[in-house]
């Protein structure tokens, strides 16, 4: 196999030399990620690109060719379902609440999103429902209702909820066309900073402003690759402590109300010795406290700015909120790989796995041009975007055969932690002379001091 499919178009896109695609070797496995939507191919595509672009960096900072990058369909497809391996102490996490699940309508499906406290406040309360309600409750009031005015009811009250498309209603929908006018991703220059020197320079720092799992995943992966990562979080929005564990590998984890002085003084001062900053809330959530990409980049010129969402900061849906899960639902995935019975899902969560390899991929690209050329960089993705080139690439004749030749499976490794002892699986990204694993298990979640480790 030469390369994945999509993996020139990926490469491309992040503006890539063409004639390194050649330094990707894959392992291919039968059966990997099987689906009717070519799911292995793009996570093949997309852990593929941050494992060349990662050897790319490396190389720089070296000043060395580029090695040889690997893929391995068992680590691929192990790690996009990273979340289903993890043990804490022998126990497995509960990825999904009782309230997020699909629910049987009047006209037809709708799933709902409510694993965090306050999203499960807000559905119950557009519903009208008691904290008490069972889900047996709740589905037999979902049945006489239409999915589409529980859509717009709770969304209204600040909770998470999105009818089945089909492909076709979402192409005719307004935030389908949208997204269909955008590519995969967008890389813009905003200015003529100076570059960065990297060559014997100390690593990256990073300031993770993310929750859930894309963001979590790409800056997980930068740590990977020996970037100082600083999670920084909110005290007043709680965090799933299994997830935190999942994707915390690596990181450092804090806590700052940027309302407040003193800690919006601190974060001034770290984001002025921060090289990249991943940012994952609502498009919009964050620009009341100065933290838009351009407001951003005007503070600390030279900075690499990755903006996640989940519809895109654009058309009607550019405001909401929104999870892998729901984009599944909303594009016309879960139709596709649903039954004339009932919706489906992919095999994994594999617009947020791939997103997140995507948003790493971007970050170490555009370090490697800013070493070079200078400029603040912005890079923007949504899962909604990651969904349309998923939902447009060739599809697998067998998707229960979709993968190549058999390969061997990949191994789970072991760690102490604070945390317990943690089962997990190992980062896909592999690459001649990078690391195997990350140099630390994770923390506890904000317990960490807001500063940046010391530079020798």
């Not at 994945?4 to 030399?17: C, E």
């Not at 690596?250 to 010795?273: H, N, P, Q, V, Y």
């Not at 620009?287 to 010129?301: K, M, N, Q, S, T």
């Not at 050329?373 to 690439?393: E, F, H, I, K, P």
Request: hydrophobic share 45%.
């Amino acid at each position: 196999m030469t390369h994945a499919p999509g993996i020139a178009a990926v490469w491309d896109a992040l503006g890539g030399d063409p004639a390194l695609l050649s330094r990707i070797s894959y392992r291919t496995r039968a059966g990997a990620l099987p689906a009717r939507l070519p799911v292995i191919g793009l996570a093949r595509a997309c852990v593929g690109a941050c494992a060349l672009a990662g050897a790319e960096l490396a190389a720089t900072r070296a000043g060395q060719p580029v090695g040889g990058a690997l893929v391995d369909d068992g680590a691929v497809a192990t790690a996009f379902t990273s979340e289903r391996h993890l043990l804490i102490n022998g126990r497995a996490p509960v990825n999904f609440a009782p309230l997020s699940r699909f629910w049987h309508t009047e006209d037809g499906w709708l799933r709902t999103h409510a694993n965090y406290p306050h999203h499960r406040a807000r559905l119950r309360a557009a519903l009208g429902v008691g904290a008490d309600a069972t889900v047996e409750e709740v589905a037999a009031l979902l049945a006489g209702r239409s999915a589409y005015e529980v859509e717009e009811t709770v969304y209204a009250a600040g909770g998470l909820a999105v009818a089945l498309r089909t492909p076709e209603q979402w192409a005719a929908h307004p935030q389908g066309v949208a997204v269909a006018a955008r590519p995969l991703l967008t890389r813009d220059r905003l200015d003529d900073a100076p570059p960065r020197a990297v060559r014997g320079a100390a690593p990256p720092r990073v300031l993770d402003l993310t929750r859930v799992i894309a963001g979590p995943v790409a800056t997980r992966t930068l740590a990977l690759l020996g970037a100082d990562v600083l999670r920084v979080d909110t005290p007043q929005l709680p965090e799933d402590p299994d997830a935190h564990a999942d994707t915390g590998f690596g990181k450092r984890s804090t806590r700052l109300d940027l309302r407040a002085g003193a800690d919006r003084r601190i974060f001034e001062e770290l984001l002025a010795g921060a090289d990249v900053v991943v940012t994952g809330y609502r498009p919009g959530a964050l620009d009341r406290f100065g933290l838009a990409p351009e407001a951003l980049v005007e503070r600390r010129p030279g900075l690499v700015v990755a903006s996640l969402s989940a519809w895109g900061a654009y058309g009607p849906w550019g405001g909401r909120r929104g999870f892998d899960s729901l984009v599944q639902v909303a594009t016309g995935i879960a139709a596709v790989e649903g039954s004339a019975r009932e919706p489906g899902a992919l095999p994994a969560q594999a617009l947020d796995h791939g997103t997140g390899y995507l948003i790493a991929a971007g970050v170490l690209r555009a370090l490697t041009d800013q070493a070079r050329d200078g400029g603040s960089r912005v890079l923007r993705l949504a899962l909604a975007q990651t969904a349309g080139w998923l939902m447009n690439a060739p599809r697998p004749a067998d998707p229960e055969t979709a993968g190549g030749v058999p390969g061997p499976g990949h191994r789970l490794a072991e760690t102490d932690s604070e945390l317990g002892r943690l089962r997990y699986a190992p980062s896909p990204v592999s690459f001649a002379g990078g690391p195997s694993d990350w140099a630390r298990p994770p923390g506890l979640w904000g317990a960490d001091a807001p500063e940046w480790v010391a530079r020798g």
